[in-house]
Nanobody, 118 residues
Framework: QVVLVESGGGSVQAGGSLKLSCVGSKYTSNHCGMGWFRQAPGKERELVSSINRRGVTNYTDSVKGRFTISQGDDKNTVFLQMNSLKTEDTAVYYC????????????WGQGTQVTVSS
């Protein structure tokens, strides 16, 4: 069973930084991609960033140049370094894993709250 556990959320002022971590169970390393999603109140969940097993990354336009996704050597851990945070980055952030052979992210963490104040 795949289990994902996020940590690192919290409250910060605009312009500050946070680093999110996601630790997956041993089966996570068999997946072909991991990603970070976020959902703000009243909005749909959106993909913030993803990384595949080869280390190829993608970012949504609103976070390019500010956020950096990375993964541990064992591929069970993924991080999201968030710099120059803005109030519009406030959301619940979710870690997710995409099994090989699937285009969807099928496994999800419980989410961690990020609150950016002005």
């Amino acid at each position: 069973q795949v289990v994902l556990v996020e940590s690192g959320g919290g409250s910060v002022q605009a312009g500050g930084s946070l680093k999110l971590s996601c630790v997956g169970s041993k089966y996570t390393s068999n997946h072909c991609g991991m990603g970070w999603f976020r959902q703000a109140p009243g909005k749909e969940r959106e993909l913030v960033s993803s990384i595949n097993r080869r280390g190829v990354t993608n970012y949504t336009d609103s976070v390019k140049g500010r956020f950096t996704i990375s993964q541990g050597d064992d591929k069970n851990t993924v991080f999201l370094q968030m710099n120059s945070l803005k109030t519009e980055d406030t959301a619940v952030y979710y870690c997710a894993a995409r099994p090989c052979g699937h285009v969807e992210f099928l496994y999800w963490g419980q989410g961690t709250q990020v609150t950016v104040s002005s």
